[in-house]
Each structure stands twice: as structure tokens, then as C-alpha cells.
Nanobody, 124 residues
Framework: QVQLVESGGGLVQAGGPLRLSCAAP????????MGWFRQAPGKEREFVAA????????YYADSVKGRFTSSRDDAKNTVNLQMNTPKPEDTAVYYC?????????????????WGQGTQVTVSS
């Protein structure tokens, strides 16, 4: 397993950008695909986006496609989730997670390591 630490959450107005980051202190992401999930109160954890570190290939949930972008920062050894034009319905705790699955997966159970989560609140 890999220790993951998210940062960058907070309060943002609808339409305003917000950037989340995920770091793995002392480790690299090279053999992993990294996923972003979110969980709103009373709802199940849902897939948001994923990026494969080696190739940079990305995959998005339909609900965020065109608004969110996942990327990697080689220099900082982080993966990022750029939330452009967030909406109030994007309010949730956001988690990054790691999987060694070869193909992209949206199932939380396929991810072996999780961060502690960071709260994102989008005001209208």
C-alpha cells in the first residue's frame, strides 16, 4: 500500500477554479493508476477521474467531463485534479486513491490505497 495525502480543498464559489493535489511521500506513482473519488453526505462514494502515471492517459466520469482535468506533476511527484467551473453539486469530500489494475477501473474496491480526503464546498 501507498500512503496518500490530499491537499487543496476548501470553499469556492460556483464557477471558480479549485485545484486538488495528491502526494505519496517517499514513493513514486510509476506503477499505479491514480483515481479521484468523492462522497457527499448520505451518498455512496463515486468515481470522478483517473490518470495512469506512466502514460498520462486520463478517464473521467460524465458528470465532470469537460470541467475537471486530472494531471501529473513530475517535479513535485503529485497528481492533481483541476476543478474548473465547479457546481454546488460537486460539494463532497474528495479522495485520491491508487490501483495497480492495468485497465482503468471506476470501482472503489479495486483501489488499494486511499488518502484521508479533503472537503470541497462549492457555494452558489
Amino acid at each position: 500500500q501507498v500512503q496518500l495525502v490530499e491537499s487543496g480543498g476548501g470553499l469556492v464559489q460556483a464557477g471558480g477554479p479549485l485545484r486538488l493535489s495528491c502526494a505519496a511521500p517517499g514513493r513514486t506513482f510509476s506503477s499505479y493508476a491514480m483515481g479521484w473519488f468523492r462522497q457527499a453526505p448520505g451518498k455512496e462514494r463515486e468515481f470522478v477521474a483517473a490518470i495512469r502515471w506512466n502514460s498520462g492517459r486520463t478517464y473521467y466520469a460524465d458528470s465532470v467531463k469537460g470541467r475537471f482535468t486530472s494531471s501529473r506533476d513530475d517535479a513535485k511527484n503529485t497528481v492533481n485534479l483541476q476543478m474548473n467551473t465547479p457546481k454546488p453539486e460537486d460539494t463532497a469530500v474528495y479522495y485520491c486513491a491508487a490501483t495497480k489494475r492495468v485497465v482503468f477501473t471506476t470501482a472503489p474496491g479495486e483501489y488499494c490505497s486511499w488518502g484521508q480526503g479533503t472537503q470541497v464546498t462549492v457555494s452558489s
